[in-house]
């Protein structure tokens, strides 16, 4: 272990985030269908298309598994169908191999995954947008979505990241979802809450169900919605989301530290709510926290080589490049109309340079005055490492609690990173 000399000391520090972890989820996904209503199909065995996405949602299998389970039991026979546009690059195969990441498969799940990314369009809103919707589940008699309620990363309205974009987006495939994006360049992404009445005019939908995770990134809440009234409700639920939602404790980051992006974790790798930092065609965002340079050192293993987001940093390491899988990357951020999120930053071959680099261009004028934050990545913030630049910040915010020693940062032989651990001794 080498210390890093030129990096102010680091410490871990624990943040008090709201914590409302369910207990029996299989109970409160069964109760929740049973209080939105009798579902009972009109004759036994009638199809229902259960769409899932791509998104690592805390026991997301679990609630998909039961979800799978009470259908069965009211007679319906139910089948999963991908609901992630462009993602796993556009194929059937790609998007198989994600659902299998978030444990989703045919034989946990036992049902059939129909993963076609063949569309239909089912409906032309004004100035001439087409909607695109999975053929596979249009061949259901029914509809099912199942979907996280988020703020999104890249706009903010009424309805953002849930069951709507799932309807609109999602379920649109690779076809689909470039249309929406599209037409959202130059009219803004409120066009999801007008594109989702239309969706739900023209499809059977049997029910939503709308996940809520708390600031630990936890599941909280669990809400069966049905179509008369889906879009009324998740706007309520995303105002609960986003008053639950983790964020950094400091307005001001010369240099942050993200160990691991991925698909799994955000749409664009790493959620900008928490960054403050988006670049897009559709509007670019610079916002609290003010972070001078990010430096990304790892890409997930639940991304699937997909590195869609890493253009976001001004630094990476040469081993997340070799990692990057370029058609799935490439074709994800050409589809969202992103190409810049799909750009590859500086990089070299070591954290030491990575390091060295961002503290030669973040601005500051004593490397010792350095404001820089850690993190495991964009989903985990309840530790943070942080240096020792912060600490009246911490002694002044009664929901900081500083739970390591002050030490320099330290490398390991091979000149990177030690492993975010923030119960080391």
């Known amino acids: 272990m080498t210390p890093l000399d030129d990096f102010p000391c680091m410490a871990y520090v624990r943040q008090q985030l709201i914590a409302r972890g369910l207990g029996d989820l299989n109970g409160v996904v069964e109760a929740s269908i049973h209080c939105a209503g009798d579902f009972r199909p009109l004759n036994s065995g009638e199809t229902v298309a ?9 026991r997301i299998d679990e609630i998909v598994h039961q979800c799978l389970r009470s259908l069965e ?41 129909a993963a076609d990314m063949s569309t239909r369009c089912i409906a032309v809103m004004s100035g001439g947008v087409n909607i695109h919707f999975s053929s596979a589940a249009l061949a259901a008699d029914h509809l099912v979505v ?10 903010k309205a009424d309805i953002e990241s849930g069951l709507c974009k799932m309807l609109t987006i999602g379920l649109g495939n690779a076809e689909g979802a470039a249309a929406f994006h599209r037409a959202a360049v130059g009219r803004s992404f409120g066009i999801i809450e007008t594109a989702a009445a239309l969706v739900l005019q023209k499809v059977n939908v049997l029910f939503g169900i709308a996940l809520v995770e708390d600031g630990c990134g936890r599941l909280a809440h669990v809400d069966v919605l049905k179509p008369d009234d889906l879009i009324d409700r998740e ?27 991925g698909k799994d974790i955000s749409g664009i790798g790493m959620d900008s709510n928490v960054t403050g930092r988006h670049r897009d065609l559709a509007g670019s965002v610079f916002t609290r926290p003010r972070v001078s340079r990010i430096f990304v050192r790892d890409l997930s293993s639940g991304s699937g080589g997909n590195a869609n987001g890493i253009g976001l940093a001004d630094f990476t390491s040469t081993r997340l490049v070799k990692q990057i899988d370029m058609e799935k990357t490439f074709v994800n951020a050409v589809t969202a109309i992103s190409p810049e999120k799909g750009a590859i930053p500086v990089h070299f071959d070591t954290d030491r340079r990575c390091l060295d680099a961002c503290l030669k261009t973040c601005g500051v004028m004593s490397p010792d005055m350095a404001r820089v934050v850690r993190i495991r990545d964009t989903a985990h913030l309840e530790y943070i490492q942080i240096s020792k630049t912060f600490e009246a910040e911490i002694e002044q915010n009664p929901d900081l609690e500083r739970v390591t020693p002050w030490r320099p940062f330290a490398l390991d032989a091979s000149d990177n990173l030690e492993n975010f651990d923030p119960y080391e001794n």
């Open 50 to 58: 259960v769409a899932v996405g791509s998104r690592r949602i805390d």
């Open 73 to 113: 039991e009211r007679g319906f026979s139910p089948f999963i169908v991908p609901a992630m546009g462009s993602h796993g690059g556009a194929t059937p195969a790609g998007q198989m191999e994600i659902l299998s990441r978030l444990n989703i498969t045919e034989s946990g799940m036992k049902v059939p995954v």
């Open 146 to 155: 199942i979907n996280r309620v988020k703020p999104h990363t890249k706009f």
């Open 235 to 261: 706007k309520k639920l995303l105002r609960q989301s986003a008053g639950m939602m983790a964020r950094l404790p400091f307005d001001d980051i010369d240099i942050l530290i993200v160990d691991v992006i």
